[in-house]
């Protein structure tokens, strides 16, 4: 059965950053018969409510976009919550998947599964080479179990299930708490409201020296549509910019774009986690995709999103 316009399609975690740019790109391509669930009406944590979900509504594709996430601070504060709760989703998505015969299913990772010590660009076989990074290692293995689960899933019932290996995100519809939420919509926020409140001084955690890759959101659901649209293979993918920054230069070039004018603090009581994490985004090139969104445009367009939808 292939990818049509009235095909029935599951997002999975709808309302989160990516699933609702998954929906965004999806209606802007005249997909109509999409299944959505928040996670209030569908707890996917729930193995039976899950099994009658599938039951019931059989759907045809699944992005399964649905997760726990957070930045280092959440990643490290509450790190049953992140294993338990991602294994939890991942695996009643997968196992019902296959039991009500899904066409396809596309599970989303995340760059933090690659060795903390990966050579530079990290390449998609570095994969379980080297130790995890401590500050997120329960959510990243969950990501390595829910991208094994897909690989022997389609070995053992060759369920045509992929999985692709996102950089870091940003973009409209992120996390914005202070506390939870993952660098870029943190700096954002600080940065804004130290100029609204005429602040002098914001306060950025770390060294700043750690490097990070930024995808802007519609870019990577754009990726995820063209994955579900024409990649059948077992082996993940990376998605990324191929380009880093360091946090340094990402709080410079965020406060250009909000216009803060004062000092930057640097907290060194906070952890800089991994140095580095930029992807190899040869093999997703060679599939002839490419992001399409720089940084600064993207933190301007992240900006005005946030002004219009947060600023109180
Ligand atoms: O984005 P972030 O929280 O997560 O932190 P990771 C990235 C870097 O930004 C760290 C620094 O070096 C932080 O110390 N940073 C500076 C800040 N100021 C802030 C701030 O105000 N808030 C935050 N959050 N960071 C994530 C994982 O790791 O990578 C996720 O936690 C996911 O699970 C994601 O895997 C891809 O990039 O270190």
Same mark, same amino acid.
């Given at each position: 059965?292939?990818?049509?316009? +009235? ?161 870091? @995100? ?18 954002? !926020? ?9 602040? +002098? ?18 870019? @990577? ?39 803060? +004018?004062?000092?930057?603090? /640097? ?8 140095? !580095? ?23 301007? @367009?992240?900006?005005? /999103? ?7």
């Amino acid at each position: 059965m292939e990818f049509s316009k +009235n095909s029935k399609i599951y997002v999975a975690g709808h309302n989160g950053m990516v699933g609702s740019a998954i929906v965004r790109k999806l209606q802007s391509l005249g997909h109509t018969n999409l299944l959505l669930k928040s996670s209030k009406e569908l707890d996917l944590r729930k193995s039976e409510d899950v099994i009658n979900f599938f039951k019931m509504e059989s759907p045809e594709f699944v992005f399964l976009a649905a997760a726990k996430v957070g930045g280092i601070l959440a990643n490290s504060s509450y790190k049953a919550d992140f294993i338990y709760d991602n294994l939890m989703i991942q695996t009643n998505v997968i196992k019902n998947a296959h039991q009500f015969g899904v066409e396809k299913l596309l599970f989303l990772g995340s760059s933090c599964i690659y060795p903390k010590n990966s050579a530079q660009p990290i390449k998609e076989e570095y994969l379980l080479t080297g130790l995890l990074e401590a500050t997120n290692e329960p959510y990243a293995i969950a990501k390595i179990a829910g991208l094994k689960m897909c690989e022997y899933f389609r070995e053992q019932y060759g369920c045509n299930f992929i999985t692709t290996m996102p950089t870091n @995100l940003y973009g409209e519809n992120d996390n914005f708490d202070l506390k939870s939420s993952h660098v870029l919509p943190a700096l954002l !926020r600080k940065f804004h409201e130290a100029k609204t409140n005429n602040t +002098n001084k914001v306060s950025i955690w770390g060294s700043g020296n750690p490097k990070r890759e930024f995808l802007h959101v519609d870019d @990577l659901a754009d990726a995820c549509v063209f994955l579900m649209k024409s990649y059948n293979e077992s082996p993940t993918i990376n998605v990324g910019t191929g380009e880093d920054i360091s946090i340094k230069n990402l709080a410079l070039l965020i406060k250009e774009v909000t216009g803060f +004018n004062g000092e930057l603090d /640097w907290d060194s009581s906070m952890p800089d986690g991994t140095y !580095r994490k930029l992807l190899d985004v040869s093999k997703i090139h060679n599939l002839e995709w490419k992001a399409k969104t720089s940084l600064k445009d993207g933190i301007k @367009l992240t900006y005005d /999103w946030y002004i219009k939808n947060h600023d109180v």
